[in-house]
């Protein structure tokens, strides 16, 4: 059974075929930031990360969650 592969997915590949080897480093690292920019995390990771933050202390009292904001 073929693959069919969706045609953003093989626009991306001929732009990377096309880029220089010496850059594709910098491109992967480019891509890799947007994917991270624009997908949420997981619960289970948000909340791990939470978890980490209350363990070390880092929190803030709930009375003053507005404080220096206009509202």
Known sequence: M???VPDYTQ???DEIDQTPEEYRPLLLRIV???REGVT???AE????EGWQ???AGKTHPIDT???GIDA
């Open 2 to 4: 073929a693959t069919i």
């Open 11 to 13: 626009k991306l590949h």
């Open 32 to 34: 890799h930031s947007f």
């Open 40 to 42: 949420l995390p997981t």
């Open 45 to 48: 990771e948000s909340f791990r």
């Open 53 to 55: 933050d209350v363990k």
């Open 65 to 67: 969650l507005w404080d």
